[in-house]
Protein backbone atom coordinates (compact mmCIF):
# COMPACT_ATOMS: atom_id res chain seq x y z
CA UNK A 1 0.00 0.00 0.00
CA UNK A 2 2.52 2.26 0.10
CA UNK A 3 3.31 4.84 -2.34
CA UNK A 4 6.77 5.76 -1.57
CA UNK A 5 10.29 3.79 -1.30
CA UNK A 6 11.02 2.14 1.77
CA UNK A 7 14.18 2.98 3.27
CA UNK A 8 16.38 0.71 4.93
CA UNK A 9 15.37 -0.17 8.10
CA UNK A 10 17.50 1.16 10.76
CA UNK A 11 19.00 -1.73 12.68
CA UNK A 12 17.49 -2.33 16.16
CA UNK A 13 20.47 -1.68 17.85
CA UNK A 14 19.71 2.07 16.49
CA UNK A 15 18.49 3.32 20.09
CA UNK A 16 22.28 2.22 21.25
CA UNK A 17 23.25 5.73 20.07
CA UNK A 18 20.79 7.11 22.82
CA UNK A 19 22.01 7.52 26.30
CA UNK A 20 21.36 4.39 28.09
CA UNK A 21 19.36 5.07 31.41
CA UNK A 22 17.30 1.81 33.20
CA UNK A 23 13.75 2.43 33.31
CA UNK A 24 14.21 6.04 31.53
CA UNK A 25 10.88 6.31 30.59
CA UNK A 26 9.60 6.35 34.48
CA UNK A 27 10.85 10.17 34.38
CA UNK A 28 11.23 10.75 31.31
CA UNK A 29 10.30 14.45 30.01
CA UNK A 30 8.51 13.87 26.52
CA UNK A 31 8.10 16.85 24.55
CA UNK A 32 5.00 16.39 21.93
CA UNK A 33 5.83 17.71 18.42
CA UNK A 34 2.78 18.73 16.12
CA UNK A 35 4.90 18.71 13.13
CA UNK A 36 2.53 20.97 10.21
CA UNK A 37 2.98 23.47 12.68
CA UNK A 38 6.27 23.22 14.38
CA UNK A 39 9.05 23.87 11.66
CA UNK A 40 8.97 24.60 7.87
CA UNK A 41 11.59 23.50 5.90
CA UNK A 42 10.21 23.64 1.95
CA UNK A 43 8.00 26.77 2.55
CA UNK A 44 5.09 25.68 1.98
CA UNK A 45 3.38 27.03 4.97
CA UNK A 46 3.25 23.41 5.98
CA UNK A 47 5.68 21.80 9.10
CA UNK A 48 7.79 18.93 8.09
CA UNK A 49 9.84 16.11 9.23
CA UNK A 50 12.72 17.80 7.90
CA UNK A 51 12.05 20.71 9.60
CA UNK A 52 11.65 18.72 13.37
CA UNK A 53 15.00 17.16 12.16
CA UNK A 54 16.69 20.51 11.69
CA UNK A 55 15.65 21.86 15.58
CA UNK A 56 16.37 18.72 17.27
CA UNK A 57 19.59 20.45 18.71
CA UNK A 58 16.98 23.20 19.82
CA UNK A 59 14.90 20.15 21.78
CA UNK A 60 18.40 18.69 23.09
CA UNK A 61 19.08 21.94 24.77
CA UNK A 62 16.01 22.45 26.00
CA UNK A 63 16.63 19.61 28.11
CA UNK A 64 13.54 16.77 27.20
CA UNK A 65 14.01 13.33 27.02
CA UNK A 66 12.13 12.23 24.05
CA UNK A 67 9.90 13.74 21.22
CA UNK A 68 6.19 12.46 20.85
CA UNK A 69 5.56 13.18 16.94
CA UNK A 70 1.72 13.38 16.19
CA UNK A 71 0.85 11.32 12.79
CA UNK A 72 3.07 12.17 9.78
CA UNK A 73 1.28 9.06 7.94
CA UNK A 74 -0.07 8.88 4.14
CA UNK A 75 -3.24 10.75 4.97
CA UNK A 76 -5.94 12.89 3.45
CA UNK A 77 -6.01 14.82 5.95
CA UNK A 78 -9.37 15.19 7.16
CA UNK A 79 -8.68 15.03 10.80
CA UNK A 80 -5.31 16.62 10.58
CA UNK A 81 -3.21 12.77 9.94
CA UNK A 82 -5.92 11.28 12.42
CA UNK A 83 -7.30 9.88 9.25
CA UNK A 84 -4.40 7.14 7.52
CA UNK A 85 -4.91 5.98 4.44
CA UNK A 86 -0.98 3.98 4.62
CA UNK A 87 0.31 3.43 7.90
CA UNK A 88 3.64 2.36 6.65
CA UNK A 89 4.38 5.90 4.18
CA UNK A 90 5.07 9.57 5.27
CA UNK A 91 2.09 11.61 3.36
CA UNK A 92 4.01 13.96 0.84
CA UNK A 93 3.17 17.25 3.16
CA UNK A 94 5.81 15.24 5.48
CA UNK A 95 8.41 14.46 3.62
CA UNK A 96 9.18 10.46 3.01
CA UNK A 97 10.60 7.63 4.79
CA UNK A 98 13.95 8.94 4.20
CA UNK A 99 13.20 11.47 6.05
CA UNK A 100 11.59 9.79 8.67
CA UNK A 101 14.63 7.36 9.06
CA UNK A 102 17.13 10.81 9.13
CA UNK A 103 14.72 12.20 11.85
CA UNK A 104 15.10 9.08 14.30
CA UNK A 105 19.09 8.54 13.89
CA UNK A 106 19.67 12.54 13.95
CA UNK A 107 17.65 12.12 17.33
CA UNK A 108 19.33 9.05 18.73
CA UNK A 109 22.68 10.89 18.05
CA UNK A 110 21.72 14.01 20.12
CA UNK A 111 20.52 11.43 22.71
CA UNK A 112 16.72 11.72 22.39
CA UNK A 113 14.33 9.39 21.73
CA UNK A 114 11.31 9.19 19.30
CA UNK A 115 7.96 8.31 19.90
CA UNK A 116 5.38 8.08 17.29
CA UNK A 117 1.46 8.17 17.11
CA UNK A 118 -0.17 4.82 16.18
CA UNK A 119 -4.27 5.25 15.06
CA UNK A 120 -5.48 1.66 15.92
CA UNK A 121 -9.25 2.50 16.37
CA UNK A 122 -10.24 4.10 12.59
CA UNK A 123 -8.44 4.17 9.22
CA UNK A 124 -9.36 6.70 6.78
CA UNK A 125 -11.98 5.91 4.35
CA UNK A 126 -8.97 6.08 1.45
CA UNK A 127 -7.44 2.88 3.63
CA UNK A 128 -7.17 0.23 0.98
CA UNK A 129 -9.41 -2.22 3.06
CA UNK A 130 -12.12 0.43 3.20
CA UNK A 131 -12.36 1.20 -0.15
CA UNK A 132 -12.59 -2.59 -1.21
CA UNK A 133 -14.94 -2.89 1.28
CA UNK A 134 -17.24 -0.20 -0.79
CA UNK A 135 -16.27 -1.73 -4.17
CA UNK A 136 -17.29 -5.01 -3.23
CA UNK A 137 -20.91 -4.40 -1.83
CA UNK A 138 -23.03 -5.84 0.51
CA UNK A 139 -21.95 -9.09 2.19
CA UNK A 140 -18.03 -8.75 1.14
CA UNK A 141 -16.04 -10.35 3.23
CA UNK A 142 -13.67 -6.94 3.42
CA UNK A 143 -16.85 -5.31 5.27
CA UNK A 144 -16.24 -7.29 8.31
CA UNK A 145 -13.10 -5.40 8.92
CA UNK A 146 -15.18 -2.56 9.88
CA UNK A 147 -18.43 -2.43 11.61
CA UNK A 148 -20.80 -2.62 8.35
CA UNK A 149 -24.43 -2.96 9.67
CA UNK A 150 -28.22 -2.69 7.97
CA UNK A 151 -30.12 0.26 9.40
CA UNK A 152 -33.20 0.51 11.38
CA UNK A 153 -36.68 1.53 9.76
CA UNK A 154 -39.00 0.17 6.98
CA UNK A 155 -36.32 0.42 4.44
CA UNK A 156 -33.18 0.73 6.58
CA UNK A 157 -33.37 4.00 6.69
CA UNK A 158 -31.96 4.67 10.63
CA UNK A 159 -28.98 4.37 11.85
CA UNK A 160 -28.06 1.23 13.25
CA UNK A 161 -27.92 2.30 17.04
CA UNK A 162 -27.98 5.76 18.58
CA UNK A 163 -24.52 6.13 19.43
CA UNK A 164 -23.12 9.56 18.76
CA UNK A 165 -20.02 11.00 17.16
CA UNK A 166 -17.19 12.46 19.10
CA UNK A 167 -17.07 14.90 16.75
CA UNK A 168 -20.85 15.57 16.82
CA UNK A 169 -23.72 13.77 14.97
CA UNK A 170 -25.17 10.11 14.49
CA UNK A 171 -21.94 7.80 14.58
CA UNK A 172 -23.19 6.21 11.39
CA UNK A 173 -22.97 7.03 7.52
CA UNK A 174 -24.77 5.16 5.23
CA UNK A 175 -23.47 3.95 1.84
CA UNK A 176 -24.00 3.55 -1.64
CA UNK A 177 -24.36 0.62 -2.86
CA UNK A 178 -22.32 -0.32 -6.43
CA UNK A 179 -25.74 -0.66 -7.95
CA UNK A 180 -26.62 2.95 -6.61
CA UNK A 181 -29.23 2.05 -4.10
CA UNK A 182 -28.82 2.99 -0.39
CA UNK A 183 -27.23 0.24 1.36
CA UNK A 184 -25.69 -0.83 4.80
CA UNK A 185 -24.54 1.75 7.25
CA UNK A 186 -20.79 2.49 9.46
CA UNK A 187 -19.78 2.80 12.40
CA UNK A 188 -17.04 6.28 12.65
CA UNK A 189 -16.96 7.50 16.02
CA UNK A 190 -15.42 10.57 14.69
CA UNK A 191 -15.62 12.19 11.10
CA UNK A 192 -17.43 9.87 8.64
CA UNK A 193 -13.64 9.80 6.59
CA UNK A 194 -12.60 7.67 9.84
CA UNK A 195 -14.54 4.23 9.83
CA UNK A 196 -14.23 2.26 13.04
CA UNK A 197 -12.12 -1.16 13.02
CA UNK A 198 -13.80 -4.39 13.79
CA UNK A 199 -11.14 -5.60 16.27
CA UNK A 200 -12.96 -9.15 16.81
CA UNK A 201 -11.36 -9.64 13.04
CA UNK A 202 -8.17 -11.58 13.05
CA UNK A 203 -7.30 -9.69 10.01
CA UNK A 204 -6.98 -6.47 12.34
CA UNK A 205 -4.97 -7.69 14.68
CA UNK A 206 -2.55 -8.89 12.36
CA UNK A 207 -2.15 -6.30 10.43
CA UNK A 208 -1.68 -4.12 13.72
CA UNK A 209 1.50 -6.41 14.88
CA UNK A 210 2.84 -6.01 11.61
CA UNK A 211 2.78 -1.98 11.60
CA UNK A 212 4.64 -1.82 14.68
CA UNK A 213 7.11 -4.06 13.79
CA UNK A 214 7.56 -2.25 10.73
CA UNK A 215 8.58 1.13 12.65
CA UNK A 216 10.29 -0.69 15.83
CA UNK A 217 12.82 -1.96 12.98
CA UNK A 218 12.62 2.08 11.75
CA UNK A 219 14.43 2.52 15.15
CA UNK A 220 11.42 4.43 17.02
CA UNK A 221 11.85 4.44 20.84
CA UNK A 222 7.61 3.94 21.25
CA UNK A 223 4.05 4.49 20.66
CA UNK A 224 1.47 7.10 21.74
CA UNK A 225 -1.80 4.96 20.96
CA UNK A 226 -4.24 7.13 19.56
CA UNK A 227 -8.08 6.32 21.24
CA UNK A 228 -6.19 3.88 23.14
CA UNK A 229 -9.82 2.99 25.71
CA UNK A 230 -11.49 2.70 21.86
CA UNK A 231 -10.94 -0.39 19.42
CA UNK A 232 -13.28 -2.89 21.35
CA UNK A 233 -17.21 -2.23 21.36
CA UNK A 234 -20.06 -4.19 23.59
CA UNK A 235 -20.99 -6.98 21.82
CA UNK A 236 -24.17 -6.57 19.90
CA UNK A 237 -23.48 -2.75 19.54
CA UNK A 238 -26.50 -1.61 22.21
CA UNK A 239 -27.98 1.34 21.91
CA UNK A 240 -26.54 3.53 24.68
CA UNK A 241 -30.34 5.15 25.52
CA UNK A 242 -29.24 8.71 25.90
CA UNK A 243 -28.32 11.84 24.11
CA UNK A 244 -26.05 14.33 24.31
CA UNK A 245 -23.61 11.70 24.70
CA UNK A 246 -20.63 13.99 24.76
CA UNK A 247 -21.04 14.89 28.14
CA UNK A 248 -21.03 11.46 29.39
CA UNK A 249 -17.66 10.92 28.20
CA UNK A 250 -15.24 11.10 30.90
CA UNK A 251 -17.98 9.81 33.26
CA UNK A 252 -19.07 6.55 32.50
CA UNK A 253 -18.37 3.08 31.14
CA UNK A 254 -19.43 3.66 26.90
CA UNK A 255 -20.02 0.70 25.07
CA UNK A 256 -17.66 1.97 22.74
CA UNK A 257 -15.06 3.45 24.92
CA UNK A 258 -13.36 1.36 27.90
CA UNK A 259 -14.09 -1.93 26.96
CA UNK A 260 -12.21 -4.69 29.17
CA UNK A 261 -11.38 -6.51 25.90
CA UNK A 262 -9.02 -3.96 25.10
CA UNK A 263 -6.32 -5.58 27.06
CA UNK A 264 -6.09 -8.53 25.79
CA UNK A 265 -4.63 -6.35 22.92
CA UNK A 266 -2.05 -4.75 24.39
CA UNK A 267 -0.91 -7.75 26.29
CA UNK A 268 -0.16 -9.19 23.01
CA UNK A 269 1.34 -5.84 21.79
CA UNK A 270 3.50 -6.24 25.11
CA UNK A 271 4.93 -9.57 23.79
CA UNK A 272 6.46 -7.46 20.26
CA UNK A 273 8.23 -4.57 21.95
CA UNK A 274 9.53 -6.45 24.88
CA UNK A 275 11.66 -8.35 22.02
CA UNK A 276 13.36 -5.21 21.41
CA UNK A 277 16.10 -3.99 22.82
CA UNK A 278 16.56 0.16 24.40
CA UNK A 279 13.33 -0.30 26.52
CA UNK A 280 10.91 1.36 23.99
CA UNK A 281 7.23 1.71 25.28
CA UNK A 282 4.06 2.15 24.44
CA UNK A 283 1.68 5.24 26.01
CA UNK A 284 -2.05 5.19 26.07
CA UNK A 285 -4.01 8.33 24.92
CA UNK A 286 -7.33 6.61 27.52
CA UNK A 287 -10.24 8.82 28.73
CA UNK A 288 -11.53 6.55 31.11
CA UNK A 289 -13.89 7.91 34.02
CA UNK A 290 -11.30 7.46 36.80
CA UNK A 291 -7.98 7.47 37.68
CA UNK A 292 -8.48 4.02 38.58
CA UNK A 293 -9.42 2.54 35.13
CA UNK A 294 -6.68 4.60 33.32
CA UNK A 295 -4.33 2.27 35.65
CA UNK A 296 -5.45 -1.07 34.31
CA UNK A 297 -3.65 -0.13 31.05
CA UNK A 298 -0.60 0.28 32.82
CA UNK A 299 -0.27 -3.01 34.56
CA UNK A 300 2.91 -4.68 33.93
CA UNK A 301 2.37 -6.78 30.94
CA UNK A 302 0.41 -4.32 29.52
CA UNK A 303 1.70 -0.46 28.51
CA UNK A 304 3.88 1.78 30.30
CA UNK A 305 2.19 5.15 30.61
CA UNK A 306 -1.03 6.31 30.23
CA UNK A 307 -1.99 10.03 30.12
CA UNK A 308 -3.34 11.64 33.03
CA UNK A 309 -6.53 13.70 31.70
CA UNK A 310 -7.81 13.82 34.94
CA UNK A 311 -4.65 16.21 36.03
CA UNK A 312 -5.20 18.01 32.66
CA UNK A 313 -8.66 19.16 33.25
CA UNK A 314 -8.35 20.27 36.95
CA UNK A 315 -8.61 23.81 37.90
CA UNK A 316 -5.42 25.95 39.64
CA UNK A 317 -6.54 24.82 43.29
CA UNK A 318 -4.66 23.46 46.07
CA UNK A 319 -7.29 20.90 47.32
CA UNK A 320 -7.75 19.91 43.55
CA UNK A 321 -4.78 19.57 43.10
CA UNK A 322 -3.77 17.69 46.08
CA UNK A 323 -6.93 15.76 45.68
CA UNK A 324 -5.94 13.97 41.94
CA UNK A 325 -2.01 13.98 42.85
CA UNK A 326 -3.00 11.83 45.61
CA UNK A 327 -5.94 9.84 44.16
CA UNK A 328 -2.86 9.62 40.51
CA UNK A 329 -0.71 7.81 42.91
CA UNK A 330 -2.40 5.89 44.67
CA UNK A 331 -3.99 4.62 41.75
CA UNK A 332 -0.44 3.59 39.98
CA UNK A 333 1.31 1.88 43.08
CA UNK A 334 -0.39 -0.93 43.08
CA UNK A 335 0.37 -1.59 39.42
CA UNK A 336 3.96 -0.29 39.74
CA UNK A 337 3.49 1.99 36.95
CA UNK A 338 5.19 5.94 36.87
CA UNK A 339 2.06 9.29 37.03
CA UNK A 340 2.14 11.11 34.19
CA UNK A 341 1.30 14.77 34.17
CA UNK A 342 0.21 16.87 31.44
CA UNK A 343 -1.01 20.91 31.11
CA UNK A 344 -1.41 21.38 27.49
CA UNK A 345 -2.00 19.05 24.08
CA UNK A 346 -2.88 19.25 20.70
CA UNK A 347 -6.71 19.23 21.45
CA UNK A 348 -7.18 21.20 24.24
CA UNK A 349 -6.69 24.54 24.88
CA UNK A 350 -3.09 25.93 26.12
CA UNK A 351 -3.12 25.97 29.69
CA UNK A 352 -1.50 30.05 29.84
CA UNK A 353 -5.19 30.97 28.43
CA UNK A 354 -7.66 28.37 30.29
CA UNK A 355 -5.69 29.49 33.89
CA UNK A 356 -6.13 33.12 31.81
CA UNK A 357 -10.04 32.85 32.61
CA UNK A 358 -12.49 31.56 35.96
CA UNK A 359 -12.72 27.92 36.50
CA UNK A 360 -15.19 25.65 35.24
CA UNK A 361 -15.02 26.05 31.63
CA UNK A 362 -13.39 23.61 30.60
CA UNK A 363 -10.74 22.28 27.93
CA UNK A 364 -11.59 24.05 25.16
CA UNK A 365 -12.17 27.93 25.95
CA UNK A 366 -12.52 30.59 23.22
CA UNK A 367 -12.05 33.51 25.20
CA UNK A 368 -8.09 35.19 25.69
CA UNK A 369 -9.17 36.06 29.44
CA UNK A 370 -6.27 37.45 31.47
CA UNK A 371 -3.05 36.92 29.75
CA UNK A 372 -0.82 38.53 32.17
CA UNK A 373 -2.29 35.87 35.02
CA UNK A 374 -2.90 32.98 32.36
CA UNK A 375 1.05 33.56 31.82
CA UNK A 376 1.78 33.69 35.67
CA UNK A 377 -0.15 30.43 36.91
CA UNK A 378 0.96 28.73 33.80
CA UNK A 379 4.45 29.18 35.10
CA UNK A 380 3.63 28.13 38.30
CA UNK A 381 1.88 25.08 37.78
CA UNK A 382 4.70 23.88 35.31
CA UNK A 383 7.34 23.90 38.18
CA UNK A 384 4.32 22.46 40.29
CA UNK A 385 3.90 19.58 37.33
CA UNK A 386 8.01 18.53 36.84
CA UNK A 387 8.21 18.38 40.73
CA UNK A 388 5.94 15.82 40.96
CA UNK A 389 6.77 11.74 40.69
CA UNK A 390 6.68 10.23 37.27
CA UNK A 391 6.62 11.67 33.99
CA UNK A 392 5.62 14.98 32.64
CA UNK A 393 4.65 16.07 28.69
CA UNK A 394 5.30 19.30 27.43
CA UNK A 395 3.45 20.56 24.64
CA UNK A 396 5.06 22.63 21.36
CA UNK A 397 5.05 26.35 22.51
CA UNK A 398 4.52 26.05 26.02
CA UNK A 399 7.95 27.03 27.06
CA UNK A 400 7.57 30.09 25.47
CA UNK A 401 4.38 30.56 27.57
CA UNK A 402 2.44 30.63 24.08
CA UNK A 403 -1.63 31.69 24.33
CA UNK A 404 -4.06 30.09 22.66
CA UNK A 405 -4.90 32.24 19.21
CA UNK A 406 -9.07 32.47 20.08
CA UNK A 407 -9.70 35.13 17.72
CA UNK A 408 -9.08 33.30 14.22
CA UNK A 409 -11.67 34.32 11.36
CA UNK A 410 -14.10 31.15 10.78
CA UNK A 411 -12.96 30.99 7.11
CA UNK A 412 -9.20 30.06 8.32
CA UNK A 413 -10.31 27.04 10.82
CA UNK A 414 -9.73 23.58 9.45
CA UNK A 415 -10.76 21.38 13.05
CA UNK A 416 -13.66 19.15 11.54
CA UNK A 417 -15.67 19.07 14.78
CA UNK A 418 -16.04 22.94 14.07
CA UNK A 419 -17.73 22.01 10.97
CA UNK A 420 -19.57 19.28 12.05
CA UNK A 421 -21.59 21.77 14.37
CA UNK A 422 -23.26 19.61 17.53
CA UNK A 423 -20.12 17.47 18.50
CA UNK A 424 -17.03 19.21 20.59
CA UNK A 425 -16.60 23.38 20.43
CA UNK A 426 -14.39 23.15 16.92
CA UNK A 427 -12.09 25.09 18.67
CA UNK A 428 -8.36 23.15 18.74
CA UNK A 429 -7.46 25.35 16.02
CA UNK A 430 -6.06 28.10 18.14
CA UNK A 431 -3.38 25.83 19.93
CA UNK A 432 -2.21 24.94 16.78
CA UNK A 433 -0.76 27.80 15.09
CA UNK A 434 2.64 27.44 13.97
CA UNK A 435 4.96 28.09 16.40
CA UNK A 436 7.15 31.61 16.33
CA UNK A 437 11.53 30.89 16.45
CA UNK A 438 12.46 34.39 15.35
CA UNK A 439 11.17 37.78 16.03
CA UNK A 440 10.79 39.00 12.48
CA UNK A 441 9.74 37.16 8.92
CA UNK A 442 6.77 35.94 7.32
CA UNK A 443 6.09 33.15 9.56
CA UNK A 444 8.52 34.70 12.10
CA UNK A 445 11.12 31.72 11.73
CA UNK A 446 8.32 28.71 11.09
CA UNK A 447 9.29 28.85 7.38
CA UNK A 448 9.99 30.92 4.22
CA UNK A 449 6.28 30.57 2.41
CA UNK A 450 3.67 31.96 5.47
CA UNK A 451 1.87 29.08 7.69
CA UNK A 452 -1.28 27.38 7.39
CA UNK A 453 -3.05 28.93 10.37
CA UNK A 454 -2.22 32.42 10.46
CA UNK A 455 0.10 33.77 13.49
CA UNK A 456 -1.14 36.82 15.72
CA UNK A 457 0.42 39.83 15.73
CA UNK A 458 3.09 40.20 18.59
CA UNK A 459 3.89 36.48 18.02
CA UNK A 460 7.45 37.49 17.64
CA UNK A 461 7.88 38.65 20.91
CA UNK A 462 7.09 35.35 22.15
CA UNK A 463 9.76 33.49 20.26
CA UNK A 464 12.39 31.42 21.18
CA UNK A 465 14.94 33.99 19.47
CA UNK A 466 13.47 37.04 21.50
CA UNK A 467 13.55 34.26 25.01
CA UNK A 468 16.78 33.01 24.97
CA UNK A 469 19.19 34.27 27.00
CA UNK A 470 16.40 37.15 28.62
CA UNK A 471 16.56 36.65 31.75
CA UNK A 472 12.87 35.51 33.73
CA UNK A 473 11.68 34.48 30.49
CA UNK A 474 9.26 31.73 30.34
CA UNK A 475 11.69 29.81 27.83
CA UNK A 476 14.85 30.49 30.33
CA UNK A 477 12.66 29.14 32.89
CA UNK A 478 11.88 25.84 31.05
CA UNK A 479 15.44 25.24 30.79
CA UNK A 480 16.35 26.01 34.12
CA UNK A 481 13.36 23.82 35.55
CA UNK A 482 14.68 20.63 33.55
CA UNK A 483 18.31 21.13 33.97
CA UNK A 484 17.56 21.00 38.11
CA UNK A 485 15.24 18.21 37.26
CA UNK A 486 17.82 16.09 36.08
CA UNK A 487 20.51 17.50 38.72
CA UNK A 488 18.35 16.88 41.46
CA UNK A 489 18.36 13.29 43.00
CA UNK A 490 14.75 13.81 44.73
CA UNK A 491 13.15 14.58 41.60
CA UNK A 492 11.88 12.74 38.64
CA UNK A 493 10.83 9.05 39.23
CA UNK A 494 8.87 7.99 42.14
CA UNK A 495 5.57 7.23 43.72
CA UNK A 496 5.08 9.31 46.83
CA UNK A 497 5.21 12.79 48.37
CA UNK A 498 5.17 13.95 52.00
CA UNK A 499 2.43 16.75 52.15
CA UNK A 500 3.67 19.76 54.08
CA UNK A 501 1.48 22.15 56.40
CA UNK A 502 0.69 24.72 54.68
CA UNK A 503 -2.01 28.10 54.90
CA UNK A 504 -5.16 27.41 52.86
CA UNK A 505 -4.67 27.48 48.86
CA UNK A 506 -1.09 26.23 49.15
CA UNK A 507 0.60 23.17 47.61
CA UNK A 508 3.20 22.01 49.30
CA UNK A 509 4.99 19.02 49.91
CA UNK A 510 8.83 17.35 50.78
CA UNK A 511 10.60 14.63 48.58
CA UNK A 512 13.78 13.74 49.76
CA UNK A 513 15.86 17.18 50.62
CA UNK A 514 13.63 18.72 48.11
CA UNK A 515 10.46 21.11 48.93
CA UNK A 516 7.89 22.54 46.36
CA UNK A 517 5.56 24.83 47.32
CA UNK A 518 2.75 26.32 44.99
CA UNK A 519 0.28 29.46 46.25
CA UNK A 520 -2.57 28.97 44.35
CA UNK A 521 -4.35 32.00 45.57
CA UNK A 522 -4.47 35.98 44.41
CA UNK A 523 -2.01 36.84 47.36
CA UNK A 524 0.96 36.73 48.85
CA UNK A 525 1.51 33.84 51.46
CA UNK A 526 4.28 33.52 54.06
CA UNK A 527 5.58 30.22 54.61
CA UNK A 528 9.21 28.87 56.08
CA UNK A 529 12.12 28.99 54.02
CA UNK A 530 12.89 25.69 53.21
CA UNK A 531 16.22 25.95 52.37
CA UNK A 532 18.04 26.80 49.32
CA UNK A 533 16.03 28.15 46.81
CA UNK A 534 16.68 26.18 43.28
CA UNK A 535 13.80 27.90 41.57
CA UNK A 536 10.72 30.37 41.40
CA UNK A 537 8.34 30.60 39.02
CA UNK A 538 8.41 34.39 40.20
CA UNK A 539 10.30 36.95 42.63
CA UNK A 540 9.99 35.98 46.28
CA UNK A 541 11.77 37.47 49.11
CA UNK A 542 13.44 35.94 52.44
CA UNK A 543 14.01 37.17 55.62
CA UNK A 544 14.64 35.77 58.97
CA UNK A 545 13.93 32.30 58.20
CA UNK A 546 10.89 33.09 56.23
CA UNK A 547 9.84 33.54 52.51
CA UNK A 548 7.08 35.67 51.18
CA UNK A 549 5.64 33.47 48.22
CA UNK A 550 3.60 36.10 45.85
CA UNK A 551 0.13 35.01 44.61
CA UNK A 552 0.46 32.36 41.73
CA UNK A 553 3.95 31.25 42.16
CA UNK A 554 6.02 27.76 42.60
CA UNK A 555 9.09 27.73 44.44
CA UNK A 556 11.57 25.05 44.65
CA UNK A 557 14.16 24.74 47.50
CA UNK A 558 16.26 21.77 49.06
CA UNK A 559 17.82 21.18 52.19
CA UNK A 560 21.34 19.85 50.67
Keep these: MSQQPSAAPAPTSAVAT ?77 GTLLDADALIRDAHALGLRI ?111 DVAHGMVKAEGLPDLGSHEQLKLLGNDVMPFFDQDGVHAIYRQWRLILDEYSGERIFVAEAWTPTVERTAKYVRPDELHQAFNFQYLGTHWDAEELRTVIDRTLDAMRPVGAPATWVLSNHDVTRHATRFANPAGLGTQIRLAGDRALGLRRARAATLLMLALPGSAYVYQGEELGLPDVVDLPDEVRQDPAYFRGAGQDGFRDGCRVPIPWTREGSSYGFGDGGSWLPQPAGWGELSVEAQTGEPGSTLELYREALAVRRATADLGAGDAVEWLRAPEGVVAFRRGEFVCVANTTGESVAMPAYGRVLLASGEITEAAGEAKVPSDTTVWWTRA
Design 18 to 94: VSERHDWWRDAVIYQVYPRSFADSNGDGMGDLEGVRTRLPYLRDLGVDAVWLSPFYASPQADAGYDVADYRAVDPMF
Design 115 to 225: IVDLVPNHSSDQYEWFKRALAEGHGSPSRDRYHFRPGKGKNGELPPNDWESIFGGPAWTRVTEPDGTPGEWYLHLFAPEQPDFNWEHPAVGDEFRSILRFWLDMGVDGFRI
